[in-house]
């Protein structure tokens, strides 16, 4: 198969600052690309890296990539604003053929794409701004009955698919899910419910999250729209706008550049937030809150591409409000994201205790923290899952996330 080239422009926020291009090659088998800051924005005063792994300078950073690892074809902070699993589906059944990592990444609607990097033809326009206008919470259950027929494999019209690719997210994941404006106009993100679901996903997405800041833990604000249905939608709100302005996204694989697939540990992230964050004792700790969190509701799918950051200003960057926490009470207790080379993927409080130095924590401090926590999550995960909806059979189903073991060591530390 001969060779493609193609040139993208990148540029950043609601006034397109040039930040540099992409040059994008692909032969069929193996996708290549480089991308290089522009000198206009080497020469901006307010410039910065847009990821730790691309420091300024005029060199060509390269990614290449072929068949399962295609994603690893563009530059980590690009890639994070592709589409995600559930998107890349939409695209495909609509263009069906050979589809490029950059054919996915410009698929995506301009308007709410992603984090704040922004992608330009020749003449300077965002690319994909061709798709309907973000659907109204008015417009929820249209857009959730779009979803259910897609995620049933039945044939959609032209304007259907148009509909749901636009509003396709890239935050990750391959559940159906759109974004939406809410009841004040901002930007979140619709979890619907699968066709093939046996369980309340939606509604104990809703209250761990509520429950992780009852906790202490910085989280997505969440809600149930459609709540007294058997479809109930989960609206989480978008964390990388302020109103219309975007706010600089990394998932932690690229803050870390971390290979896709290959896992890493939550000291690697410490370590890059000691390097890039801002605040890093107060980051470290909330990092820390989070694996103690993860371990305390059994909470498996905390790979790297669900943690995020935003970018403060400066370079300087802090974790995103915590997204993606789903108890598993049946599955197999093990973290994605392991806590230090010294514990592997082990669910362990005691190892997370050990290795709290690692996060710039004495084990007191540690100790404490994780009785206290415990014995929130211990007092209202029930009334949690009752606020949203749950039954008294489906609320025994999920006691074995937050009664287990661990948990019960958590609580012999507070006596």
Same mark, same amino acid.
């Given at each position: 198969?001969?060779?493609?080239?193609?040139?993208?422009?990148? %540029?950043?926020?609601?006034?397109?600052? =040039?930040?540099?291009?992409?040059?994008?090659?692909?032969?069929?088998?193996?996708? #290549?690309?480089?991308?290089?800051? &522009? =000198?206009?924005?080497?020469?901006?005063?307010?410039?910065?890296? #847009?990821?730790?792994? +691309?420091? +300024?300078?005029?060199?060509?950073?390269?990614? @290449?990539?072929?068949? =399962?690892?295609?994603?690893?074809? +563009?530059?980590?902070?690009?890639?994070?604003? &592709?589409?995600?699993?559930?998107?890349?589906? /939409?695209? !495909?059944?609509?263009?069906?053929?050979?589809?490029?990592?950059?054919?996915?990444?410009?698929?995506?609607?301009?308007?709410?794409?992603?984090?704040?990097?922004?992608?330009?033809?020749?003449?300077?326009?965002?690319?994909?701004?061709? /798709?309907? @206008?973000?659907?109204?919470?008015?417009?929820?259950?249209?857009?959730?009955?779009?979803?259910?027929?897609?995620?049933?494999?039945?044939?959609?019209?032209?304007?259907?698919?148009?509909?749901?690719?636009?509003?396709?997210?890239?935050?990750?994941?391959? !559940? =159906?899910?759109?974004?939406?404006?809410?009841?004040?106009?901002?930007?979140? #993100?619709?979890?619907?419910?699968?066709?093939?679901?046996?369980?309340?996903?939606?509604?104990?997405?809703?209250?761990?999250?509520?429950?992780?800041?009852? &906790?202490?833990?910085?989280?997505?604000?969440?809600?149930?729209? +459609?709540?007294?249905?058997?479809?109930?939608?989960?609206?989480?709100?978008?964390?990388?706008?302020?109103?219309?302005?975007?706010?600089?996204? /990394?998932?932690?694989?690229?803050?870390?550049?971390?290979?896709?697939?290959?896992?890493?540990?939550?000291?690697?992230?410490?370590?890059?937030?000691?390097?890039?964050? %801002?605040?890093?004792? %107060?980051?470290?700790?909330?990092?820390?809150?989070?694996?103690?969190?993860?371990?305390?509701?059994?909470?498996?799918?905390?790979?790297?591409?669900?943690?995020?950051?935003?970018?403060?200003?400066?370079?300087?960057?802090?974790? @995103?409000?915590?997204?993606?926490?789903?108890?598993?009470?049946?599955?197999?207790?093990?973290?994605?994201?392991?806590? @230090?080379?010294?514990?592997?993927?082990?669910?362990?409080?005691?190892?997370?205790?050990?290795?709290?130095?690692?996060?710039?924590?004495?084990?007191?401090?540690?100790?404490?923290?994780?009785?206290?926590?415990?014995?929130?999550?211990?007092?209202?995960?029930?009334?949690?899952?009752?606020?949203?909806?749950?039954?008294?059979?489906?609320?025994?189903?999920?006691?074995?996330?937050?009664?287990?073991?661990?948990?019960?060591?958590?609580?012999?530390?507070?006596?």
């Amino acid at each position: 198969m001969s060779k493609t080239t193609r040139r993208v422009r990148v %540029a950043l926020g609601e006034a397109l600052q =040039p930040v540099g291009e992409i040059l994008f090659e692909s032969d069929g088998r193996r996708e #290549i690309s480089l991308f290089r800051y &522009a =000198p206009a924005w080497l020469a901006n005063p307010s410039r910065f890296a #847009i990821a730790p792994a +691309l420091p +300024l300078s005029e060199t060509a950073f390269h990614r @290449s990539g072929s068949g =399962p690892n295609r994603r690893a074809a +563009l530059v980590g902070p690009v890639s994070d604003s &592709a589409p995600d699993s559930w998107g890349r589906g /939409l695209i !495909r059944k609509a263009h069906r053929g050979g589809l490029t990592e950059l054919d996915y990444l410009l698929a995506a609607d301009d308007t709410t794409r992603q984090g704040a990097l922004r992608y330009l033809d020749d003449a300077g326009q965002p690319l994909a701004q061709t /798709l309907p @206008s973000v659907p109204r919470l008015q417009n929820l259950a249209e857009l959730r009955a779009l979803a259910r027929k897609s995620n049933a494999e039945l044939e959609l019209t032209p304007t259907e698919r148009d509909v749901l690719i636009g509003n396709a997210s890239s935050l990750g994941g391959a !559940r =159906p899910k759109a974004n939406i404006r809410d009841g004040s106009g901002q930007l979140a #993100i619709a979890k619907f419910t699968a066709e093939q679901d046996s369980l309340p996903i939606e509604r104990v997405e809703v209250a761990t999250l509520a429950l992780a800041r009852d &906790a202490g833990v910085n989280a997505a604000l969440a809600h149930l729209e +459609l709540a007294n249905t058997d479809r109930p939608v989960a609206l989480i709100r978008r964390f990388d706008r302020r109103g219309e302005r975007r706010i600089g996204y /990394l998932s932690a694989q690229s803050f870390i550049d971390a290979n896709s697939g290959t896992g890493a540990f939550y000291t690697d992230i410490a370590d890059a937030l000691r390097g890039h964050g %801002a605040d890093p004792k %107060a980051q470290l700790e909330e990092l820390y809150r989070r694996v103690l969190f993860t371990i305390l509701v059994s909470n498996n799918d905390d790979h790297l591409k669900n943690h995020g950051l935003l970018h403060v200003g400066g370079g300087r960057w802090v974790l @995103s409000p915590a997204f993606d926490i789903n108890p598993q009470p049946h599955r197999q207790r093990g973290l994605e994201t392991g806590i @230090s080379e010294l514990s592997g993927n082990a669910a362990s409080v005691e190892a997370a205790l050990e290795a709290a130095p690692f996060f710039d924590i004495d084990r007191t401090a540690a100790a404490k923290t994780l009785a206290d926590m415990a014995a929130t999550i211990n007092n209202r995960w029930r009334d949690h899952c009752r606020n949203v909806g749950l039954t008294a059979r489906q609320i025994a189903h999920y006691r074995p996330a937050f009664d287990h073991e661990e948990h019960r060591f958590a609580r012999r530390l507070a006596g």
